[in-house]
DNA sequence: TCTAGGAAAGTGGACGTTCATTCATTAAAG
DNA sequence: CTTTAATGAATGAACGTCCACTTTCCTAGA
């Protein structure tokens, strides 16, 4: 049948895709104008329509990409090992190297989209469903690895493990923000102060 | 001159800005319309625009009316003592009722108002700089007190005070957005581990 | 190897709707 | 009776989406 080739096809809605991650980094998601999405991509406005049923549909399809990002990021911090039951050291230094990604300029565009997808979460059910799992595996691997240390009497037993990794998770959240509203944050401070701390309560 | 009292005055607009508070909160500000609120607040659309000069004067005045809210609350939290060389216990602990605050269901929409304008931060210089005035004083407060409490060893020297300020403003940024995104995170759990984890940083 | 035909890729102006804002007008207060 | 508060239909711009149309590419028949 002819038609244009599967990579030409996936190449053209990545095109798409990345125009709309870049406008809604920069004006978030409803003060972005599909002719914005348009103009940004070079692409005619009907053939956008080829690709996604309407702006809903992009918005959703873009932040799922931006977890599936955060998730490869998580696991690319954890140095391919491909061990299941991560040790200590492995998956607080994948924290860590989360932290650090925080002040790479390179992300900050990433970071501000983010920053947008946690807005629309609370506004939109199925992106609140979304943002939602793609926190609760890290989540839940904390937890636990923390609660395998209270059995090592290596980390206070007052500590509720859950809350626990859900504080560091806002940490990571918190430092998001203020990087964003504010780019000259000392990141290598923040990131060094966070290892003290992590060692204090979380000991190796 | 023939005029309406003063106080008739502020309450229209107090009338104004609560019905967009509400609207803001649900829908963010770009998918509220005007229309919205003015159904939201039983106030002709004409009207509105006398006392705001238009959307974003809005915007502007919800932002700035939410940073005094919280400003209020953090200062409703040191009871009162007018101190201003805060104790460390009394900074500890309002610190501690901001995050129990976060759990109060009356509080949510307040909460959700919040995570619009830091979302809308990004975008808008003005309210960038709100915001980071919104955050300044407290940081500054925090990062005082912690400076003056290494000099009495009570707190590791090798912590940034201004980094530990952030990450203690971090946290609270990103519990509120937990808690936004789902409402039975179990705040409790989260204070009391918050508690744990700042007697073992900064010990009193 | 060449070419006609069909199917999909791609275009961009048109369409109905919704938006923020205005203004001619009415109601009410002093 | 003058001044201001208050109304809400009107306005034009901008929005998301659609669709009639053109271009491009693959296949089939010679």
Not at 31 to 59: C, N, P, W
Not at 72 to 92: C, F, K, M, P, Y
Not at 102 to 112: F, M, N, S, T, W
Request: glycine share 6%; proline share 3%.
């Amino acid at each position: 049948m002819p038609k244009v080739s599967d990579a030409h096809l996936t190449a053209r809605r990545r095109q798409i895709l990345d125009a709309a991650g870049r406008c809604f980094a920069r004006d978030g998601f409803h003060r972005t104008s599909m002719q914005d999405i348009v103009h940004e991509s070079g692409i005619s406005a009907g053939l956008v329509y080829r690709y996604f049923a309407g702006k809903d549909e992009m918005i959703i399809a873009i932040v799922n990409q931006w977890h599936e990002r955060r998730q490869a990021l998580i696991e690319a911090g954890q140095h391919a090992t491909g061990d299941a039951n991560e040790s200590r050291d492995l998956v607080a230094e994948a924290y860590l190297d989360l932290v650090r990604s925080i002040g790479q300029p390179q992300a900050l565009e990433d970071l501000r989209l983010g920053v947008q997808v946690w807005a629309e979460a609370v506004r939109t059910p199925a992106i609140r469903e979304l943002v939602r799992r793609g926190v609760d595996g890290p989540r839940t691997t904390a937890a636990n690895l923390i609660s395998r240390a209270q059995g090592n009497s290596a980390v206070p037993a007052d500590l509720d493990p859950d809350a626990l990794a859900r504080i560091l998770i806002a940490i990571y959240q918190g430092l998001v923000l203020q990087t964003v509203w504010d780019e000259s944050v000392d990141n290598d401070a923040l990131v060094a102060t966070l290892e003290a701390i992590l060692d204090m309560i979380i000991p190796s």
